[in-house]
């Protein structure tokens, strides 16, 4: 019932154990099989296992979308502005670590943990694949714009707006 903990749990402990297998040109290669692999592998899982109407209607839910997406691009920057950076500011933390988090929180999910963790959770599934989906797509124009829009002016570089969605 708990396969996913148990295995998250035991990759802990392997990665402490034997962090070689999946450093940086090790055996696993995870600069090529996560990149390109898993998260591939995740989106055929799931959609192999998802009925074409149950994909269908939770595309059609757009009151569930919209709060998702609501949660991820204002929600959790929000919060991260207003509430966790000023009380991280405070701290003696590397005040850069206040624009890390600032800027984590400005980006969508990623596709793999969204979706893997609304299965074992059992979630809809088929709404989190569509929202993990399309939070990544949207997330390319949106994220640039949250961060040009809530870094502090004293840390942003001198990069027109422009350009940032040329790069």
């Not at 099989?33 to 149950?54: C, D, E, H, M």
């Not at 979308?65 to 691009?73: P, Y």
């Not at 993990?132 to 570089?157: E, I, K, N, Y």
Request: hydrophobic share 55%; charged share 10%.
């Amino acid at each position: 019932k708990n396969w996913f903990l148990v295995a998250l749990c035991g990759a802990i402990v392997l990665a402490k154990v034997a962090p070689w297998i999946g450093a940086k040109g090790g055996p696993l290669a995870p600069e090529v099989t996560v990149k390109y692999g898993a998260v591939g592998l995740i989106f055929l899982l799931s959609g192999i296992s998802l009925k074409p109407r149950q994909f269908a209607s939770a595309v059609a839910n757009v009151r569930v979308h919209g709060l998702v997406q609501s949660l991820t691009f204002v929600g959790a920057p929000l919060v991260a502005k207003v509430c966790v950076a000023p009380v991280l500011r405070r701290t003696p933390l590397d005040p850069w670590l206040c624009e890390g988090l600032l800027v984590v929180a400005c980006m969508p999910p990623p596709v793999s943990s969204a979706v893997i963790l609304t299965k074992a959770a059992g979630g809809n599934e088929a709404a989190a694949i569509f929202n993990a989906a399309f939070g990544s797509a949207l997330g390319v124009v949106v994220t640039p714009l949250l961060l040009v829009a809530l870094v502090d002016s004293a840390t942003q570089a001198t990069v027109g707006l422009s350009r940032i969605f040329v790069e």
